[in-house]
């Protein structure tokens, strides 16, 4: 989710359409209460016609792009792909720009931009031909359709949290505040009660060096009554002063993808200037009823195609 000019913008894929549709709001928690427009359908055959996941709408100068993974129907070729709009509408017509050149398999990519305009393409992939793990990658981009350099790995999924299920990062997202730069990631399999969130610190700029960046987590992970938290993305309040975390979460402790949805939490920071997530509050039809708004209880938004 983003906010753009007025409205926040929540784009998705719809699996069994093979299409990438952007909804629009004037507020967070109404985002669900819009259909959305499909923007773009995955052509009948080729490279990028099957397993649309994770569609992510930029801003970048004065178009709209929409970074996704796709394959051919085989998952050993899921790339990361752009799609570039045609005009200043994010809910226009895009055409696809074509593949990042990733050096393998690539998912979950996303756009880190410095204030000084210079770009890096963050994203998740295996460290060799074969599944089995995922780390998070890094390299500049030329532009907003080109990857300039060899990948850089940021992080491996070393740590127990990190590892349920299959060892890995993925899900990359962005947040800076006061010249500090976050990459709050997915860890473990999505599939799990037990994906969680984590988060890489950097306090130098120096985006392409592993060693500035300092890993913390959990910082955002399932509690009795809320399961399979991750995915995020960040947005700030209509006024500006509030800053929220938009994530899924699983209603069952069983296995799967097929019972996410998207919920909305507000979150503060540390003395120490870290993002403090707290925990996922329950979800609405667990809590009773207040008689005036329970602040920090989620909203389920829109439901999570597997």
């Known amino acids: 989710m983003i906010h753009h000019e007025g409205f926040y913008y929540y784009c998705e894929s719809r699996h069994h359409q093979r299409s990438i549709v952007v909804r629009r709001s004037r507020t967070i928690a109404g985002i669900g209460q819009d259909a959305g427009v499909c923007v773009w359908n995955a052509p009948a055959t080729g490279r990028n016609c099957d397993h649309l996941w994770a569609p992510e709408l930029h801003r970048i100068g004065n178009r709209w792009f929409i970074y996704y993974a796709a394959d051919d129907g085989d998952n050993h070729n899921h790339r990361m792909w752009v799609l570039e709009s045609e005009g200043n509408d994010p809910r226009g017509k895009y055409h696809c720009r074509g593949q990042l050149q990733t050096g393998g398999w690539a998912i979950d990519g996303t756009v880190l931009t410095l204030d000084n ?10 460290p060799g031909p074969r599944n089995g793990r995922q780390d998070l990658y890094a390299v500049a981009m030329r532009d907003p359709v080109t990857l300039a350099g060899p990948r850089v790995r940021l ?42 969130l984590g988060l890489l610190h950097n306090r130098t700029g120096d985006i392409l060096n ?31 002063t509030e800053d929220w975390i938009i994530y899924h979460a699983k209603s069952l402790k069983a296995h799967g993808w097929k019972d996410r949805d998207v919920h909305a939490k507000r979150f503060t920071w540390t003395a120490e200037g870290l993002p403090d997530f707290g925990s996922p509050p329950p979800r609405l039809s667990d809590v009773q009823p207040a008689a005036e708004p329970v602040i920090g209880v989620s909203e389920s938004l829109v439901p999570v195609a597997a």
């Open 117 to 126: 305009g210079r770009m890096f393409f963050i994203w998740s992939g295996w």
């Open 155 to 196: 992080c491996s999924p070393d740590q127990r949290w990190e590892r349920v299920a299959m060892p890995i990062c993925e899900g990359p997202q962005i947040l800076k505040r006061n010249g500090d730069i976050f990459i709050v990631y997915s860890a473990s399999g999505s599939w799990t009660p037990d994906y969680c």
């Open 210 to 240: 592993p060693a500035a960046w300092q890993k913390r987590g959990p910082v955002f992970r399932k509690t009795e009554h809320v399961w399979g938290v991750g995915h995020c993305s960040f947005v700030k309040s209509l006024c500006g």
